[in-house]
């Protein structure tokens, strides 16, 4: 990190404002005994944004420079985190000199954690969030940020002036704040502009968006009890691992996991749930090859 100095605005909208909420989560639990993640990069930053923070008008502002964090949200976001960083190591130790694109990046510091010395890394997110980050954090050859909505495809055009590929495609705790014609639309363009990629994406169960009761419970968690807006809602879901294989013969399920799976202590008897598959499948990341479709295959392009 090798910047500030100019003030930081920190006004964003209701769903990025859910980056502040994942960067404390990775701060304080690196800052724990026998962390799951170690991430010395949030520490710094929430130390910056702590002064911020705490004098803003915003209630979850203010909650989070105080360090006021449920305990088992910490634990599930450091999992995650791990989780997607094994997921990008993987990647990497198959194809070293391979593409990544975090989407919907936030302030993670992923690239830091997980740098080999020769991948190319883009951080994707929207304007307001990168002019944040470009005040904190210096690119250089390899590191490279993208300030544009992930649903303008354009910001596809400025990520083929570098890379070559192979591409990896990830979306962590993003899908679910859009739409699902969206996520489709976003999902089979970058099937067709980068052929044999591969997608690892966080998805919500469509089932508890289709039940008003059950949505009414999340958007409580959310808006009441993490403080976010109005705005912070999930809106796609679906209802198997492999439903995104119906949107094109060519998207192909590799693999999915859940927090539950996770080996962590921290979990303690919450590892129960991994036996039970609507809890298992509540919140979960799927894993997807984008291959080429069959130019013969008349079921290419039949709906989800």
């Known amino acids: 990190m090798e910047r500030t100095a100019e003030p930081l605005d920190i006004e964003v909208n209701d769903v990025s404002a859910t980056l502040f909420v994942t960067l404390y989560c990775h701060a304080l639990e690196s800052q724990s ?17 702590n002064e911020k923070l ?6 979850l502002f203010r909650r989070l ?20 960083d094994e997921y990008v190591s993987y990647f990497l130790n198959h194809s070293p000199a391979g593409v990544v694109v975090n989407i919907g990046c ?29 005040k904190l954090m210096a690119e250089n050859e390899r590191y490279h940020f993208i300030g544009c909505d992930v649903l303008d495809h354009d910001w596809m055009a400025i990520l083929g002036r570098h890379g070559r590929g192979p591409y990896l495609f990830v979306a962590e705790g993003v899908f679910m704040y859009l739409h699902d014609q ?7 363009k970058l099937q067709s502009q980068y052929p044999g990629s591969e997608l690892v994406c966080e998805v919500f169960n469509e089932v508890w968006l289709g039940k008003p009761f059950l949505k009414k419970i999340i ?4 808006q009441k009890e993490l403080h ?5 809602t999930f809106n796609f879901g679906i209802r198997s691992s492999e439903e995104m294989e119906t949107w094109n013969s060519g998207i192909q399920f590799l693999d999915d996991w859940s927090y539950f799976d996770a080996d962590e202590e921290k979990l303690g008897w919450l590892r129960l749930f991994r036996r039970f598959q609507l809890f298992r499948k509540t919140q979960w990341t799927v894993h997807y ?14 709906p989800g």
Request: net charge positive.
């Open 182 to 188: 969206d996520v489709k639309s976003l999902v089979l």
């Open 54 to 59: 705490s004098h803003s008008d915003n209630n």
């Open 33 to 49: 005994q026998n962390p799951i993640l170690v991430d010395p990069m949030s520490v710094e930053l929430v130390q910056k944004f």
């Open 65 to 84: 420079a105080r360090g006021k964090l449920d305990k088992n949200l910490i634990v599930h976001i450091a999992i995650r985190a791990k989780k997607y």
């Open 106 to 134: 936030g302030m993670d510091t992923r690239f830091w954690r997980i740098d080999n010395g020769r991948t190319s890394f883009y951080d994707l997110d929207l304007p307001e969030v990168i002019s944040i980050k470009k």
């Open 289 to 302: 090859r984008l291959n080429q479709a069959c130019p013969l295959c008349f079921c290419a392009t039949r």
């Open 228 to 232: 976010l807006g109005s705005g912070a």
């Open 219 to 222: 958007d409580f968690k959310m």
